[in-house]
């Protein structure tokens, strides 16, 4: 089912054309509202009226983490502040937070934007629908619940933590959609298998999964722990919050709601934009966005974008899965690994459960990688409490490694349940190295 069918399904002519319009509009309105910007596209002698299509987009200044620091916490908000009507502060996972302003227009076009994702996966207004995201500065909880509401299905506010009661809840309720960190439903899935509540008894059917990278291993562990369909939602509080992009029942891509968040490629280092089909840093420009709206917002965050009308009957342009990010990327004796890698390989083996730590260190000037994971609970009770098979897993997890990463890591297999959990986004890296 498609929630918007005049703007999700445009004809790609008209969709660049409504883009043009909309880009010459906010640049514009920042070249009048927003000093940096103004200051910016005057050093470059670019005038609103020089942009008039989309294609006119390479011309404009590029926009980075470092220019929402310089300019905390409220430089880059066009809006005045009485027309702001909600702020989040991104979870600050590399840095400070940033703050991010939103007029009531802007929480429409959020909750808009949600409701496709949600009509999307499937989600009606017979569903009841569980929010384990974190409420409150974080983007997570509030922009998926106002989707919710948007759609009319009824939303139950769990956020996270007290996870055992989250599991009564879904099973007395009968509870049929979630939104939660990848992480977290694994997560929840041991917390029922620990309570002894099987996903027969409960009635979960779909799960909407984000806020960190995931991998198709996990989507299939997610589904068959919690017996629903998992799809993948992408979004960034700069941008807006959940929301960006979402899978379509096909899950070849996430479509990008593009009326309202123009996507672009670029080569991380010349800055060059690549064309569809290339992996590189993704890149956006807000369209409608009137609190703090961004031209060329790099998000670090890797990936490949691709066009073409989907078999679901969308016509926006999709992303592939978040590689990484350009500055999780680890840089280990020269040669660049992403967790992303590691996780797919642990994966892989039917012994090892999906939580791993990397801890990177360097020793006599030497980087070194140590690849923590977790044993299932089945194989932990049938035998690998002992030294023989955890050192014959170790081994050959290291030599899996070695052929993907091209390095030489040390694999610690522990017992069940030992490696610290997260509500919400998880941390993958401990990087010794960055203390020293
Ligand atoms: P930050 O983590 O930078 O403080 P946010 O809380 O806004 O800020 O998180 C946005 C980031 O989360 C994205 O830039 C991306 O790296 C990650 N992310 C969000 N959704 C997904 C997803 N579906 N897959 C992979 N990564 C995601
Ligand atoms: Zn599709």
Known sequence: MIWNNNKECMPREQMRELQGKRLHKIVDYLYHNVPFYRDKLQ?????????????????LPFTTKQDLRDNYPFGLQAAPQSEVIRFHASSGTTGNPTIVGYTRKDVGVWSECMSRCLTAFGVTRDDLFS??????????????????????????????????????????LHVTGIACTPSYALYLAETMEKMGVTKDMINLRVGAFGAEPWTENMR????????????????????????????????NGSHVCEDHFFPEIVDPETLEPLPYGQPGELVFTTLTKEGMPLLRYRTRDLCTLYDGTCACGRTSVRMGR?????????????????????????????????????????????????????????????????????????????????????????????????LERSQGKSKFVIDNRILK
Do not use: W
């Open 322 to 418: 978040i590689l990484g990010r350009t500055d999780d990327m680890l840089i280990i004796r020269g040669i660049n690994v992403f967790p992303s890698q590691v996780e797919s390989v642990i994966l892989s083996m039917p012994e090892c459960a999906p939580h791993f730590l990397l801890v990177v260190d360097r020793v006599d000037n030497l980087d070194t990688l140590t690849v923590q994971v977790e044993v299932r609970q089945e194989y932990f009770a049938q035998g690998f409490d002992t030294f023989e098979p955890i050192f014959k897993l170790e081994r050959e997890l290291a030599a899996k490694l070695r052929s993907v990463l091209s390095i030489n890591a040390k694999v610690q297999v522990k017992a069940p349940g030992t």
């Open 220 to 251: 299939k562990e997610i589904e068959s722990r919690l017996g629903l369909k998992g799809y993948n939602i992408y979004g960034l509080s700069e941008i807006m919050g959940p929301c960006v992009s979402y899978e379509c029942s096909e899950q």
């Open 131 to 172: 929010v384990a995201y974190g409420y409150g500065l974080f983007t997570g909880g509030l922009g998926v619940h106002y989707g919710v509401e948007n759609l009319g299905a009824a939303v139950l506010p769990t956020s996270t933590g007290n996870t055992e009661k989250h599991v009564r809840l879904l099973r007395d």
């Open 43 to 59: 050093q470059m002698d670019i005038k609103p009226e020089d942009i008039t299509s989309i294609d006119d987009i390479v011309k």
